[in-house]
Nanobody
Framework: QVQLVESGGGLVQAGGSLRLSCTAS????????MGWFRQAPGKERELVAR????????YYADSVKGRFTISRDNAKSTVYLQMNSLKPEDTAVYYC????????????WGQGTQVTVSS
């Protein structure tokens, strides 16, 4: 099993910044992706950003491109989401998830961390 523990959420004013962290422990995989998702009340969960652990290649949703940056620290088994120029519409519960290449599914999820952006 894999355990994912997130931290770094909170309340921030519009235009501010937050950095989310997600640390993985437990079972390891040779090839996988890490993703950050978010879910706002009444909306579906959406993929915000993804990083390929081995190569470091990234993907961003159009809604956050240019404002959010996903990165990883291999030594700490931690993935980060730096969120700048936050908007009220970024308010959501943010989840990190691990997608092993062997399954192609996001099989492991963190507990979620609340991000609230006030106007």
């Amino acid at each position: 099993q894999v355990q994912l523990v997130e931290s770094g959420g909170g309340l921030v004013q519009a235009g501010g910044s937050l950095r989310l962290s997600c640390t993985a422990s437990g079972r390891t995989f040779s090839s996988y992706n890490m993703g950050w998702f978010r879910q706002a009340p009444g909306k579906e969960r959406e993929l915000v950003a993804r990083i390929t652990w081995r190569s470091g290649s990234t993907y961003y949703a159009d809604s956050v491109k240019g404002r959010f940056t996903i990165s990883r620290d291999n030594a700490k088994s931690t993935v980060y989401l730096q969120m700048n120029s936050l908007k009220p519409e970024d308010t959501a519960v943010y989840y990190c998830a691990l997608q092993p290449d062997i399954t192609g599914r996001y099989d492991y999820w963190g507990q979620g961390t609340q991000v609230t952006v006030s106007s």
